[in-house]
């Protein structure tokens, strides 16, 4: 019985299922084929990262040098160069993106798995865990400010393999 117990809005409920629907396509913009060009991060992600947000806290562990970014810009001068070096990058969701919307704050956290393919055919496993905070801006985007990846390296293996 819920009787007396709050429930969601339908306002409430479109929000949790588009920042949810938002963290999918988040992850899929991390895919490249063989053939693409260079990884635009700023074009490919001008709609899901706050990148004129002065509070933007952004760490992912497969950076080498483990920094903890305040900037989307820079995110993606770490991480643009390393994904137009792929080969190949191809993801999937293994756990669905769970949302809390608050407000005009929404946190997510979702699982998913990586296949990254480097120029010389060595593939890369990888299991992460990816959690969120998005903020509403004006124009009713919710916009990445917080953005952490724990990723697992199952090891590299050949294409062959």
């Known amino acids: 019985m819920t009787e007396g117990l709050p429930t969601a809005t339908t306002t409430e409920r479109d929000d949790v299922e588009a920042v949810a629907?938002?963290?999918r396509e988040w992850i899929f913009l991390w895919d490249r084929d063989e053939n693409d060009g260079d990884f635009d991060f700023d074009t490919r992600f001008a709609d899901q990262?706050?990148?004129?947000?002065?509070?933007?806290i952004l760490f992912d562990n497969a950076?080498?040098?483990?920094?903890?970014?305040?900037d989307?810009?820079?995110?993606?001068?770490v991480f643009g160069p390393a994904f137009t070096a792929?080969?190949?990058?191809?993801?999937?969701?293994?756990?669905?993106?769970?949302v809390i919307v608050s407000g005009g704050l929404a946190a997510t956290r979702m699982v998913f798995l990586a296949w990254l393919t480097a120029a010389d055919g060595v593939m890369t496993e990888v299991r992460a865990v990816n959690s969120q905070v998005r903020r509403?801006?004006?124009?009713?985007?919710?916009?990445?400010?917080?953005?952490?990846t724990d990723a697992v390296v199952s090891g590299p293996r050949s294409r062959a393999s």
């Open 21 to 23: 629907a938002q963290h």
């Open 49 to 56: 990262y706050d990148f004129a947000g002065d509070d933007v």
């Open 136 to 148: 509403r801006d004006a124009r009713g985007r919710w916009l990445i400010v917080r953005d952490q």
């Open 86 to 98: 792929l080969r190949r990058a191809e993801h999937v969701i293994e756990e669905q993106p769970e």
């Open 72 to 77: 989307a810009r820079e995110f993606g001068r």
């Open 63 to 70: 950076d080498p040098e483990r920094r903890v970014l305040r």
